[in-house]
């Protein structure tokens, strides 16, 4: 009949591509919805906490299943260990809205499954390094493995290496002028931290050029 135009095959072939190119369209839509609903960040990346925010941090909680990282409260394991000083513990106050003065650092370093822990610790008048520490993981436990104390003192991981940053006085030296920096390398072995080798830079007494010496 003449009022049926597409009542024949080829009419049935077009709805049957309308309705194929709408279910398309709504599976195309629930898929950007879905997209934005995830916020397009995929795996979510925990690092390092800032100082501050570690001072409040739960104390060891149950390390990753992918990354062996596990944040621990920093401020409360240098305070409870026996191998820091006094001196150091008494100086680890608040600065004020700043938070305590202390970098912490995750790496691995001693070759463990959990991540190691650098801390340095810092005087809030000057910011100067008071004390530096790293802390590995024996049996879910933090152990003191290295510190170091002779301030002005920092110290770095430099990929599986701790460098250690040292100002050296001697007795007639002012604050302002230390005599000389010795850069210390060190590398675990045999359950120890070993010097690899120093490089110390002699500062110059008449504002000439610093002279440079290394011992490998």
């Known amino acids: 009949m003449r009022g049926l135009t597409g009542a024949g095959p080829d009419g049935a072939r077009g709805t049957t591509q309308a309705v194929i ?21 995929g795996t979510r990346d925990e690092g390092p906490a800032h100082a501050s925010a570690v001072a409040g941090a739960v104390a060891s909680p149950s390390p990753s299943t992918t990354t062996g990282y596990r944040r621990v409260d920093a401020v409360a394991l240098i305070k409870k260990d026996p191998a820091v ?51 590995r993981d024996v049996a879910g436990t933090y152990k003191n493995v290295f510190k170091a104390e002779d301030s002005p003192v920092v110290a770095e991981i430099d990929g599986t290496d701790l460098t250690v940053t040292k100002q050296v006085y001697d007795t007639d030296d002012q604050m302002s002028n230390p005599s000389r920096e010795t850069v ?33």
């Open 184 to 216: 210390i390398t060190y590398r675990w072995k045999a359950g120890r931290f070993n010097e690899r080798y120093r490089h110390d830079t002699y500062y110059s007494r008449t504002g000439g050029d610093a002279a440079s010496a290394s011992d490998n």
């Open 85 to 135: 000083s006094p001196t150091v513990k008494r100086g680890l106050k608040p600065c004020g809205t700043d938070g305590y003065p202390i970098d912490v650092t995750y790496g691995y370093l001693t070759g463990g499954s959990v991540n190691d822990i650098l801390i340095n610790v810092s005087a809030c008048s000057d910011w100067v390094g008071i004390g530096t520490y790293v802390y």
């Open 21 to 41: 190119t709408v279910g398309a369209v709504l599976a195309a839509i629930a898929l950007f919805v879905a997209a934005c609903g995830t916020g397009g960040t």
